[in-house]
């Protein structure tokens, strides 16, 4: 069973448009992730959830929205999309913040 | 947030051990060092963590220094499969956030 999913692995989307992406856990962790990885690599937090509720917003544009139903899914959605929103994108769960954090395969979107 | 230095790169024979420094000197007393990977195409993967004692488990040891400004993981046996970037990160014990740096690119030789 994978740990960490989300879908889709990878998204080409047309500027303007709107996009979600889903993630759950099934390790019963109370702390959800989305960070974002730009093409130099840069791995940068964008949100954290704790038992569904936001704990950390990194000034990320209001056209990221993520939406936690319950403590095993947190899902990003993206209005308006721009090309810069093109990059990978990780989802991740933890137990707390201070103990190891498992990552999902990623979301590859591309604006185009 | 505190900082963490790491070197750019690092190579190393096959099974030779790994030891890859990261420096954090302005770590506060409830920051937790954490170690992750990221093989290519992979989302990061977690490796070891610790506070202030020396930590060992299947993957990997990590030790830290005793002022705790430093520490190194300790990849016993390079593999192919151990070629990845290696992040060293610091965690605080709040509602706090893994702060991912550039990391360190291990190459790996037959």
């Known amino acids: 069973d994978t740990a960490v999913s989300q879908t889709p692995k990878y998204l080409v989307t047309q500027m303007g448009n709107d996009k979600s992406i889903k993630c759950e856990q099934n390790?019963?962790?109370?702390?959800m992730y989305w960070y974002k990885q730009d093409s130099k690599k840069f791995l940068k937090i964008m949100f954290s959830?704790?038992?569904?509720?936001?704990?950390i917003n990194e000034t990320v544009p209001n056209r990221f929205s993520p939406k936690s139903p319950d403590k095993a899914h947190l899902n990003l959605h993206i209005n308006s999309l721009e090309l810069g929103d093109s990059a990978v994108y990780f989802c991740?769960?933890?137990?707390?913040?201070?103990?190891?954090?498992?990552f999902g395969q990623g979301t590859r979107l591309t604006v185009v | 947030d505190a900082k963490t230095t790491q070197p750019n790169s690092m190579e190393s024979n096959e099974e030779e051990p790994v030891h890859l420094p990261c420096n954090h000197s302005?770590?506060?007393?409830?920051?937790?060092i954490h170690w992750y990977r990221q093989l290519p195409s992979q989302g990061p993967e977690y490796v070891i963590h610790?506070?202030?004692s020396n930590v060992n488990n299947r993957m990997a040891s990590l030790a830290i220094a005793e002022d705790r400004k430093s520490s190194t993981l300790i990849l016993h046996r390079a593999t192919l499969r151990d070629a990845a970037v290696y992040y060293c990160?610091?965690?605080?014990?709040?509602?706090?956030?893994?702060?991912f740096g550039a990391g360190t690119q291990v190459v790996v030789t037959p």
């Open positions: 991740a769960s933890s137990q707390g913040h201070s103990n190891e954090a498992f």
């Open positions: 390790l019963g962790h109370d702390t």
């Open positions: 959830y704790n038992n569904k509720e936001l704990i």
């Open positions: 302005t770590i506060s007393g409830t920051d937790y």
């Open positions: 610790g506070l202030t």
């Open positions: 990160i610091l965690v605080t014990d709040s509602w706090g956030k893994f702060q």
